[in-house]
């Protein structure tokens, strides 16, 4: 179990260990700290080789800066880009998806909001999400959105903090939307305004 | 009995010898209403009196859902089954009184699908006549690989494949013809749901070779058609009804349950739906659980029963029931 | 607007009010002295002449206003409305379900005249007059479920049945108990309860969808859900929270009885017949204190169930602030007498 994520609500995600699985293909997105579960997951392979070899790894440094690109460049996978953000590898994203074919194995791995982002992608593109893997390594920051104007805060690193779209004050709530990929944010002073308690530093 | 859901009395409308081996049934409502709309892939449970015997079977809707005239299945006679067919085959004719179950459906195509591709096996066509009617009336995207013994036993082809061009193909048997899996599963778009019916091992061949080719189980459906298996007599307390009951060779547990006057809970009669599930409050012997509801665990211990087609061996048996 | 329907407010002047027939034939939730989740599911047959359970959809005088803000609603927020693609075929068949259960249980309001796939719909009360082909979308001003549930008093979701489990994929939900559609819509049964307090560890959803899974055709059931609300508003969304929130701070003794709502929503749940979806209704029933009181036997019950609720459910229905005051205002109506078992008046 992953002490930094400890057991809450039912529709609080819960994440796995990344285990190779048999298939024709193979599509791996990460960032930060997540490059270690993908390198793991290889080295635990029964033919590591075979599946390097129908791999694809997305991969992009995580919120907090980790970047370990040059440990997934000596892997020998035969498609890897390193990417600067998620935003910017979604185009390419988005092309492995439409052009794949049902047998694809997906291993996303890294924070939060990442996993969540590439899982949208994939459901949008029909594959039904259950059939992701998926491994939570490194920072627990968090995306949030504010259900009063619906705008969505990156990296929440406190609870309560200030919506960075409409600038009310929310409380972090371990509700999530895989539509979204975001947990809930909801008003913590609307019956007494200004009311706030302290902002603690609760994700990192 | 199933909680609440209204049964329909129907007549038979119509027989036809379909091939052989399968005989195509319609039914109308008695009162002359509509026919409940449904979804492709269901099916009903007709009520039948067998010259004494009371028959429950479940038979898939082939008819298109938007057709409420009438409703239509196809019955493969089955020498060595229990009796239900044969019964069917022989003895029912047009303007007989029978009772239908409201439509359940166990094995609907998932709404989501991008492609939704179908793999049949002899009698195992008849669900997916219904859905193919369906989609095609919603301008869903389908495909359909159909094994058959013989041209001659392959029921409904000819329509399928006039209707419906290279989106059906048919492989028979006797023409050493066969579905090529492999090559198949591999060319899918994401998004594609797999859908098998037919014989037993024809649904585990599909199912593991997907697994092996990386098919998640989510997006692989299949039906099988279950029928109580037969066995060896056995007694059984019914402890909330106060007696004791009998439950014969070809007579399943809910058969037998229902036969003596207690109304017990069903709802797809084969071993899939959970809904007959029933506690064990005294075991002496060994349950054999021939269901796909029940967990290995529960399986593995002795505190539920699927009736519907699961059995008993041993000196007591008593149900809550 | 005729003299059946109420011309009423459910925001701002908050003109809403009961007459006493609506007083009488309100649902009120509490069958004994004390309130605990349960499944408490039973089967959706017609009722008592006259009561809420008579007929498959309740059409009451508050018909005309409920539609009224609901369209206001739906203008501040489209949101609020949401079908994912596949889940249209459901709609149609919730469009079939309410056009023609209404038609034949209030024909004096809604007529509906169908030539095989070309359908005329006609609803008085609302004066629309539409003629569309069943399952072509591009004949309707929306999608089928927006169309109808327009036209219907309640929140609507629609669930596709599949993996065992089921999703919440449409709704249309203006009158909600703080709950969000556009933050729920794609979550499984466990996943859009998860937030409910208690009720996950007595497995009540556990239990609940493994009925559900085998609901039939032709065999919909109901059961209640409450909580309390200030003021007649209908829309007691988390979206809006920051505009009533604050509502809750002002009461005072003297406001209390007309302020503060029993807020009840009879639940039903349908087999859907071409979708194979289910329909979840949810239909919002809000009687003021004032009124409640007139019935001395609710008067009664009503004072011991808020007294005893745990603390944490009073805060999961958000209205631990003002329980002191409701208790206040409640306590001389309760006598210590026992009270008849069951919903009805004495």
Sequence with gaps: MDPTLPPSIRSRPVYGVLTARPGPRHLMVADGDGAGALTEMIAGAPDAAAMLAQSHIIYMPGPTGVDLSANLRSVGVAQLHVSPSFAASLPRLQKVLADAHMGLQIYLAGTEGLIGLAMREVMQAGLPWQAVQTEHRGSTLRRVQCVHCKGITEAVRTDPFVCSHCGLNLFVRDHYSRRIAAFQGVNIDAEDPGLVPPAAERFA | ?321 | MGLEFNDETFRGDYTFRNSAKAIARFPFPFSEDSYMYSVNMEPHLPGKPGSVFEHLFDVDEHYVAEMRDRALVLAEDPLRCQSLPHMTLAGWDLLELIMQAKARDYPQWFTLTCDGTRWHWINRPMQIDQTFTFLDETTLPCGPMEYITRQTQGDFTLQDQRDDNLWLEAGMVTTQADWSLDFDIGMSFHEWHAPVPLAHEMRVFDRALKFLLNLQLGAPVRRFNWTMTVDPLLDTSPENYPKWGPGKTTMTPDTLGHRQHLRVELQTLHRLPRSNAIVFPIRCYLIKFDELVTVPKWARRLHRVVRDIPDELATYKGFIRNKPLMLEYLSPFDDGAPTSPGILPD
């Excluded at chain 2, 389908?142 to 029921?155: G, M, N, P, T, V």
């Excluded at chain 2, 959970?274 to 005294?282: A, I, K, N, P, Q």
Aim: aromatic share 6%; charged share 20%; proline share 6%.
């Design chain 2, 1 to 321: 009995m199933s909680v609440g859901a209204p049964k329909i009395p129907v007549r038979v409308a119509e027989v036809v010898e379909v091939n052989p081996l399968i005989k195509r049934f319609r039914f109308v409502r008695r009162d002359g209403a509509p026919m409940p709309v449904f979804s492709g892939g269901a099916h009903v449970v007709i009520d039948m009196d067998d010259h004494g015997t009371r028959r429950m079977n479940p038979y898939s809707l082939m008819s298109d859902p938007a057709d409420t005239t009438g409703y239509e299945i196809s019955v493969r006679r089955d020498d060595a089954g229990r009796g239900g067919s044969l019964y069917l085959h022989r003895h029912v004719t047009p303007g007989m009184e029978m009772t239908l179950s409201s439509p359940v459906n166990l094995f609907p195509v998932d709404a989501r699908a991008r492609k939704h591709l179908m793999i049949a096996g002899g009698i195992g066509i008849t669900p997916f006549l219904s859905q193919i009617a369906a989609l095609t009336g919603q301008g869903g995207r389908f495909e359909l690989h159909y094994s058959a013994r013989s041209r001659d036993l392959a029921a409904y082809a000819d329509g399928l494949m006039a209707r419906h061009g290279d989106r059906v193909r048919l492989y028979l048997d006797d023409q050493g013809q066969a579905i090529d899996l492999d090559h198949l599963l591999q060319g899918q778009p994401l998004g594609t749901h797999l859908y098998v019916c037919g014989p037993k091992g024809m649904i585990g061949w599909v199912c593991k070779t997907a697994e092996a080719m990386g098919w998640p189980k989510a997006a692989v459906h299949s039906e099988e058609f279950l029928a109580p298996p037969v066995g060896l007599p056995f007694q059984v307390q019914l402890a909330a009804s106060a007696r004791t009951i009998t439950v014969g060779p070809a007579q399943s547990l809910l058969e037998a349950i229902e036969a003596s006057g207690v109304d017990a809970p069903y709802l797809c009669r084969g071993g899939a739906c959970g809904e007959c599930e029933t506690d064990v409050l005294g075991c002496d012997g060994h349950l054999d659980h021939n269901d796909h509801w029940l967990t290995d665990d529960q399986k593995a211990g002795c505190q539920k029963i699927m009736p519907c087609v699961s059995r008993f061996r041993g000196n007591t048996l008593i149900l809550d029931r």
